[in-house]
């Protein structure tokens, strides 16, 4: 067998995939926007107080942006692994 033909030879019982979680809490930019998302927004609309510098839908996008990946926030959807049939 050539060594290109090798490369295509696929294993007929691949090793399943396990899901592993992205744990997003533990990114710099999580941790960024979780410190100062309190801190932030008040203190530009202290210093800017005739504008608008923080729009509200920012604000909210970044809050949403906090709930993603985390599991005490996920949506559970339930799933039907059997049908009875009634009759």
Do not use: F
Not at 15 to 30: C, I, S
């Amino acid at each position: 067998m050539s060594l290109c033909a090798a490369e295509h030879h696929h294993n007929p019982t691949p090793e399943p995939r396990v899901y592993q979680r992205r744990k997003p809490e533990r990114t710099a930019t999580y941790q960024a926007v979780q410190h100062h998302l309190e801190s932030w927004p008040a203190h530009q609309r202290e210093a800017y107080p005739d504008d608008d510098p923080v729009p509200r839908y920012v604000e909210r996008d970044l809050r949403k942006y906090l709930e993603c990946g985390i599991l005490a926030t996920a949506l559970l959807v339930p799933v039907v692994t059997s049908v009875a049939m009634i009759s």
